[in-house]
């Protein structure tokens, strides 16, 4: 039994809080009450929240920040000097269980204990003798490297430009490989992996991706992710269509309640309806939309219409840090720019409940009794929260970057003391140099 005791206030979910203790059972749940014998961590001054999930992130982008060319350009531009980064380095495991690793380890850091990674860029099929076998090798490395760090993953095999019939084979043969161990929904039984499919969007895939990636997900009982309605995603699809990014999903059965849809930045009342009335999720990613110049998601009028909407950073080429807990200040501070401005409250739920619920699952994103023990425990004592009246609040309002003194993955500690308990940054950050620079 693990006690965390003295919290100055517990975020349990979004309509709970209370100060006081909170008890993680042996098994790494949260308890009712506390057991003697048990260890017992002093957290006075300390507000603790659910584990942040982070329901959009490109984790093979971490390797590839502030490239010349990326910043602020229309996505016609980004997206060919990424792919040029990526092909000079060569996309293999290597590459990125490396990346991997420093952005999970990142993430963790900032308090986020739930990676959604749409993985879209592979190798080029042409040059290997198996290259769904090559795939899966890139899925096993991306994998290893959450477990090293103690990290819950939810692998989403994308796709962008990819020959349909093999992202439908690759993603096949991840899932029997991935899920070998059996699975709930794609979900591993210690809830520690989570897979998923999602091409990267209309302007890239084809109808064709879009059905034969749903068939793998119908047959294992997967969730289904994609992008849609940014700057380039509608121009595209009006250019390439006549059709409205949203028109397309819905005729190819992409508008549905196991679909969650990231970015969301131009869309229309009746659009909003639309994906309201067929139950599907969103992920507002402002870290990457608004630096970019790509658009603010309308995010109370998507929940306003009921929508259930996550929190994501994107990748490091767009948004350069993978700071969730900094984007959803970020998401708080630009909403009244295209609506009523957000509640702190409101934002926090997006980057807990909101993103778990996304991803289908009601065993995180919250602290009540029999939820994974996933939580962060922020210091709240220093001067940088003196004189704030309302601390759940104030982990967005002040302290712009605050990071979590510790942080629980399973009841387990991943972070202690602001540092990785599994690995050491400096070598992390080696390997990735020594990788990149090779």
Not at 246 to 270: M, Y
Request: hydrophobic share 40%; aromatic share 4%.
């Amino acid at each position: 039994m693990l006690t965390l005791s003295g919290a100055e206030r517990i975020m349990i979910d979004p309509a709970d809080e209370r100060d006081g203790d909170l008890h993680i059972a042996d098994d790494g749940r949260v308890a009712g009450s506390g057991a003697p014998g048990g260890e017992t961590w002093d957290v006075t001054g300390c507000v603790v929240t659910p584990g942040l999930v982070n329901a959009h992130h490109h984790l093979l982008q971490t390797g590839f920040r502030t490239l010349p060319g990326t910043r602020g350009v229309p996505m016609r531009e980004w997206l060919p000097a990424m792919a040029a980064a990526y092909a000079r380095a060569g996309i293999d495991a290597s590459l990125t269980g490396a990346t991997a690793a420093v952005g999970l380890a990142e993430s963790l850091l900032s308090g986020v204990t739930t990676t959604a990674d749409h993985q879209l860029n592979w190798p080029n099929p042409s040059g290997s003798t198996d290259p769904v076998a090559d795939t899966v090798a890139i899925a096993r490395a991306i994998a290893e490297s959450a477990t090293a760090l103690g990290a819950r993953l939810v692998f989403v095999r994308g796709s962008a430009r990819d020959d349909p019939e093999q992202a439908a084979a690759s993603a096949e043969a991840i899932a029997q490989a991935l899920l070998a161990g059996g699975h709930d929904g794609g979900v591993t039984h210690d809830g520690m992996l989570q897979l998923a499919v999602g091409p990267a969007g209309v302007h890239s895939d084809s109808e064709a991706t879009f059905r034969l990636l749903g068939e793998v997900a119908a047959r294992h009982g997967l969730r289904r992710r994609t992008q849609a309605n940014e700057q380039v995603d509608t121009e595209i699809a009006l250019e390439k269509y006549g059709r409205r990014p949203l028109d397309l999903l819905e005729d190819w059965g992409w508008l549905s309640s196991d679909v969650t849809i990231a970015h969301l930045c131009d869309v229309t009342p009746a659009e909003i309806a639309r994906l309201a009335e067929g139950g599907v999720t969103g992920t507002h990613a402002p870290g990457c939309d608004v630096p970019m110049g790509w658009g603010i998601a309308p995010v109370h009028a998507l929940l306003e219409a009921g929508i259930e909407v996550g929190l994501g950073t994107s990748g490091g080429g767009s948004n350069d840090a993978g700071h969730l807990l900094a984007d959803a200040r970020l998401a708080m501070q630009v909403s009244g720019l295209v609506g009523p401005q957000l509640p702190a409250r409101t934002v926090l739920a997006m980057a807990t409940a909101g993103g778990a619920a996304g991803l289908g699952r009601t065993d995180i994103g919250h602290l009540r009794e029999g939820a994974r023990g996933d939580l962060c425990v922020w210091d709240v004592s220093g001067v940088s929260d003196a004189g704030v009246a309302d601390p759940i609040a104030g982990l967005l309002w002040a302290s712009p970057g605050r990071k979590p003194r510790h942080v629980f993955v399973g009841g387990r500690p991943v972070v202690r003391d602001y540092e990785l308990v599994s690995a050491r940054e400096a070598d992390l950050v080696a390997n990735l140099k020594a990788r990149i620079t090779s």
